[in-house]
């Protein structure tokens, strides 16, 4: 018994935990920075249509900096209006992506992730329903850009 407690601390001296922000550097490290960077057509609002009562009416893509969320990627504030905008309690965000925008809305509990490409008149792709039971949908969506009130 004496033996296996004694392996047990050399294993342990060998290898230590590593401490949070050692994590953190090699998440950094092991995750470079995305190559998509915010382009100045991407900010403002967008009328949201898509076949589904649970979208919100509009989003406003800002040029604000997420603090909320987690530090180690670029999100920004998006702010919704219309029907449905008040339950997504958590703070919507976007990011740049290669091709347009990814738009992250949730309640904590069911969201919408909308993977967007870049359109004449804004973006359009396709919205992910999700929830904590599992239920997945897809829809549809385009966004056009309008002026912002």
Request: aromatic residues 10%.
């Amino acid at each position: 018994m004496l033996i296996a407690a004694c392996k047990r601390a050399e294993t342990f001296e060998a290898k230590p935990p590593r401490s949070l922000p050692d994590r953190m550097t090699a998440y950094k490290n092991d995750h470079p920075a995305p190559v998509a960077q915010t382009q100045p057509w991407m900010f403002g609002c967008y009328q949201i249509a898509g076949k589904d009562s649970w979208l919100p009416g509009e989003v406003e893509l800002t040029a604000e900096p997420d603090k909320e969320r987690n530090e180690l990627e670029p999100l920004y504030v998006a702010r919704l209006r219309g029907a449905h905008a008040r339950d997504f309690t958590m703070m919507p965000a976007w990011a740049p992506t290669e091709k347009g925008v990814e738009i992250t809305l949730s309640t904590g509990f069911i969201g919408w992730v909308l993977d967007l490409q870049k359109s004449q008149d804004g973006f359009q792709g396709t919205a992910h329903y999700f929830d904590d039971v599992a239920n997945h949908r897809n829809v549809a969506v385009i966004l056009t850009k309008i002026a912002c009130r």
